[in-house]
């Protein structure tokens, strides 16, 4: 079975410093990773990929995260933490089946980003 | 273009009614997904459709839920005798396809079981 944990329920950052949100992972094969950001009383938005190539793949709004396959890490990062980036952030992870192509997508319990001005 | 459209944003019931929840996916998406959100926690897995067939309900949590897809567009689920366990904020996305496309999610619908 496929999971992921975060564990930092909460991060706080001062703004202008570098923030990093935690993710591990555990999936049979080649994982397809995810990171999604929600805003209170909205649906979850994606924010970034990694399927396959170079570990370091950028996003929306700034983001960016490192695919680590010996840490089975997929940390979030941005240089420079703005107020509007305080959210809930998860990170989620697909493996590959045969039948559909597809696992389903797994999600964290979520990390609550607070910037602090 | 549109998003992901759940009807209703809240529903309220009472205890033991039934209830149906409406996912109008992107046009032209062939996956939908249902998960069910409750306070504090990341999305949980329910049901997965490629088309109009169940592609993966093992996330279902008893024989009370049930989903449909009759037309592989838009997917409705039900649920039976509620309980006030199942209250949560329930999830809808889609994806063009079942491969790496990201997951589409829309606003939610906001079940209170009283």
């Known amino acids: 079975a496929q999971s992921v944990a975060q564990p930092e329920d909460q991060v706080n950052v001062a703004e202008g410093n570098p923030l990093t949100v935690k993710c591990t992972y555990s999936?049979?094969?080649?994982?397809?990773l995810f990171w999604y950001v929600q805003y209170p009383n909205r649906g979850l938005q994606f924010l970034l990929k990694?399927?396959?190539?170079?570990?370091l793949v950028k996003g929306s709004y700034g983001f960016e995260a490192e695919f680590n396959k010996s840490q089975t890490s997929f940390h979030l990062k941005k240089p420079s933490a703005l107020v509007s980036d305080s959210a809930l952030y998860f990170c989620?992870?697909?493996?590959?089946?045969?039948?559909?192509?597809?696992?389903?997508?797994?999600f964290g319990t979520g990390t609550r980003l607070t910037i602090i001005p | 273009g549109a998003g992901v459209s759940q009807t209703p944003s809240n529903k309220v019931t009472e205890k033991g009614k039934y209830v149906e929840l409406r996912c109008d996916p992107i046009?032209?998406?062939?996956?939908l997904y249902w998960y069910r959100q409750s306070l504090g926690q990341g999305p949980e897995f329910l049901i997965y459709?490629?088309?109009?067939?169940?592609?993966?309900d093992s996330g279902l949590p008893n024989d009370r839920f049930f989903a449909v897809r009759p037309e592989g567009s838009v997917s409705t689920l039900k649920i039976q005798r509620t309980e006030r366990g199942d209250s949560a904020v329930y999830l809808c996305?889609?994806?063009?396809?079942?491969?790496?496309?990201?997951?589409?999610f829309g606003n939610g619908t906001r079940l209170t079981v009283t």
């Open positions: 999936v049979s094969g080649n994982p397809y």
């Open positions: 046009s032209g998406h062939t996956a």
């Open positions: 459709f490629q088309g109009t067939g169940a592609a993966d």
């Open positions: 996305a889609s994806s063009p396809d079942f491969s790496n496309s990201p997951l589409h």
């Open positions: 990694y399927i396959t190539g170079d570990n």
């Open positions: 989620a992870v697909r493996g590959l089946i045969s039948n559909f192509g597809n696992e389903k997508l797994t």
